[in-house]
Nanobody
Framework: QVQLVESGGGLVQAGGSLRLSCAAS????????MGWYRQAPGKQRELVAT???????NYAESAKGRFTISRGNAQNTVYLHMNSLKPEDPAVYYC?????????????WGQGTQVTVSS
């Protein structure tokens, strides 16, 4: 079974930076699209960013100019560079991947990594 494993979460000061990583194991094909969701307690799950196999990226409005999504040398890896972290950024960040369409029924989910922002 394919697994997505996130890492890089932790505690950072407001205005600081953090780099999240996600690596897939057990996959036999590269993913068409990979991305990041986040969910804070009491809040709805929010799509932060996605990146396609050919490098096309999309960002949530709240992430534009601050976050950068990228894929590693291994095709089934994805990163999220977060800069200028704000109080609204703390959440559990989930890595996602899709072989085909970016559809709810098709998404693979990681276990999540927690990001906490201190004041």
């Amino acid at each position: 079974q394919v697994q997505l494993v996130e890492s890089g979460g932790g505690l950072v000061q407001a205005g600081g930076s953090l780099r999240l990583s996600c690596a897939a194991s057990g996959s036999t094909f590269s993913f068409n699209v990979m991305g990041w969701y986040r969910q804070a307690p009491g809040k709805q799950r929010e799509l932060v960013a996605t990146i396609s196999r050919d490098g096309v990226t999309n960002y949530a409005e709240s992430a534009k100019g601050r976050f950068t999504i990228s894929r590693g040398n291994a095709q089934n890896t994805v990163y999220l560079h977060m800069n200028s972290l704000k109080p609204e950024d703390p959440a559990v960040y989930y890595c996602n991947a899709a072989y085909g369409c970016w559809c709810a029924s098709e998404l693979l989910w990681g276990q999540g990594t927690q990001v906490t922002v201190s004041s």
